[in-house]
């Protein structure tokens, strides 16, 4: 059975968008263009970007299309920027999130482990690498991935250079191989 069309089609009809009424003034526009220079999560970049756009007179469907988000997502920004009156409403609350599996490594441990020379422990080496490290630690009990390593390492404050080589002068008892270019006769 096929259905007549009575000369009303739905091609045309836009949703009504619900963001007519932003609250959003132009204090509030300049306060978010000022955050959003300074915003350093692209999280909150995002929310802060999507409600500028809807401030400057974009719809909310557009604002979200634009920044690659939800509409209803635009929304509750506006919401929450419009409880608060403030920008820090759309930053991130800290969460629990997932526990730790590793708890015996701690920044005391690592200190500990990385204070040992690696060649007194039997290793060809001068100095810690995180596989290397995370070899040693798995051998007295403490399996971790090199990557949740670096992690720990970085939290603790622990940042990799590379070894340098220090030139010093040679021992005045030791014999030189070679004289400095001011000595050498001519």
Known sequence: MQRESRGCSLEGMQRPDHFSETWLDEVDRKRLAVTLAGAREARVYRRLEA???????????????????????????????????????????????????????TAQRLAAALARDPRRCGYQATSWTVPLLAHDLAAKGIAVSPRTLRCRLHEAGYRWKRPRYVYVQRAEHLPHMWTAPDSQER
């Not at 929304?75 to 599996?101: F, M, Y």
């Open 51 to 105: 409600l500028l756009l809807v401030a400057e007179g974009h719809s909310g469907a557009e604002a979200a299309r634009r920044c690659r988000v939800n509409r209803s997502s635009v929304h509750r920004w506006l919401v929450q920027s419009r409880a608060e009156h403030e920008t820090t409403a759309l930053i991130d609350r800290p969460r629990s999130g997932r526990p730790r599996l590793h708890r015996p490594l």
